[in-house]
């Protein structure tokens, strides 16, 4: 895992991955790797806002605004799903 991420981060899904949704929760699919992750309902929103976003801290002012939650717990969780998706390949940092 990446420790410098942070919410000034920008990522986007790589090529060759995946994602379909049902009932509210998806499954992003590595082509390359084959290897897939489930997401659940929250996953899924923190998933969207992530890749709509160019940056990491529009995506936590949105899931902020829509989430009932302290924002020290929603940025430490939108940062540990960022890294662990990072390090299974299915997103990676937007260097442009």
């Not at 991420?5 to 949704?21: H, K, M, N, Q, S």
């Not at 489930?38 to 995506?59: F, I, K, P």
Request: zero cysteines; glycine letters at 8%; aromatic letters at 6%.
């Amino acid at each position: 895992m990446d420790a410098g991420i942070d919410l000034t981060a920008a990522v986007r899904a790589p090529e060759g991955v995946l994602v379909r949704e049902l009932g509210g929760e998806s499954v992003l699919l590595d082509l390359e790797s084959e290897s897939y992750f489930g997401l659940d309902d929250v996953g899924t929103r923190m998933w969207a806002a992530m890749t709509r976003h160019t940056s990491l801290r529009e995506a936590f002012d949105e899931l902020l605004a829509h989430y009932d939650v302290p924002a020290e717990t929603l940025e430490r969780d939108l940062i540990a799903l960022t890294e662990e998706l990072i390090e299974h390949g299915l997103l990676a940092l937007d260097k442009a």
